[in-house]
């Protein structure tokens, strides 16, 4: 009987690792690389591993040091703490309906919006010496999400509802309680915003209207990742547009689930 219970317990436990395989297996491209980076150089950090001195946008040792990995690793490290684990739980859902919605089909394009992403947020903290942007990378994110389902209601913490459009400002002011009133917490969110409405207005805004898009994906991002394919909505083979979509979700202001 003891050998029966054991034998079933190693099933169990294999079935759920090759679950969690799966899902990790069916993550896109982009989400899979965020997820990973984000959980590994904050472990690295957090055991100890690698000195976080080593991980920031320190300029100097950029530019003179030749120590280029920190402009990754700057958006990709933070700590550990449940707050945090949440906000890393809510990029995957984010990073999984753009990558597969509103850029379904179209890897390079979305590698792109978070590299321009991240210049941008990297060009203002070289000003303001922010050494750490993974919140800031976080809110492009939402925001982006937010920008394509703007008059989705959306529940947001205990229960508050609100449209999604108002998603990132919520964000970024109980970040900021959370905090205890501290400025500084917010600045690398307020870059992200920042970043995310430049991206869409100078490549969906303008361009719907008539006006070039004055910021393509580089070609060199295409050889890498594709060309775009044809994807509709619903994953098919057929057309989407980054404008077709305006609803749908997960965590933080969609499908039920709250932040809190």
């Not at 979305?110 to 010496?129: D, K, P, R």
């Amino acid at each position: 009987m003891v050998r029966a219970a054991g034998s079933g317990s190693r099933r169990s436990v294999i079935s759920d690792g090759m679950q969690v395989a799966n899902w990790y297996n069916s993550m896109g491209i982009i989400t899979k690389t965020l997820f990973t980076s984000v959980i590994t150089c904050t472990l690295f950090v957090s055991l100890g591993m690698i000195p976080g001195y080593y991980m920031g946008l320190y300029w100097p040792k950029i530019w003179n040091g030749f120590q280029v990995w920190r402009l990754a690793t700057g958006f990709l490290t933070t700590h550990v703490s449940l707050n945090e684990a949440i906000m890393v739980a809510a990029l995957y859902f984010y990073s999984t309906d753009l990558e597969t919605q509103e850029f379904g089909g179209r890897t390079a394009d979305y590698a792109w919006f978070i590299m321009f992403s991240m210049i941008a947020m990297a060009s203002v903290a070289w000003i303001t010496l922010t050494f750490f942007l993974y919140h800031g990378l976080f809110l492009a994110l939402l925001t982006m999400w937010s920008l394509h389902r703007q008059q989705q209601i959306v529940n947001f913490f205990m229960g508050i509802k609100i449209p999604a459009q108002y998603l990132p400002y919520a964000t970024i002011a109980l970040w900021f309680l959370i905090n205890r009133g501290s400025v500084y917490a917010i600045l690398d969110m307020v870059y992200g915003f920042g970043a995310a409405h430049l991206y869409y207005y100078l490549s969906v805004d303008l361009p719907s209207q008539g006006s070039p898009n004055y910021i393509p994906t580089p070609q060199l991002v295409y050889r890498f990742f594709g060309q775009p394919q044809q994807v509709r909505a619903n994953g098919a083979s057929g057309s989407n547009s980054i404008n077709e979509r305006p609803g749908g979700g997960h965590y933080w202001g969609a499908r039920g689930r709250t932040l809190g």
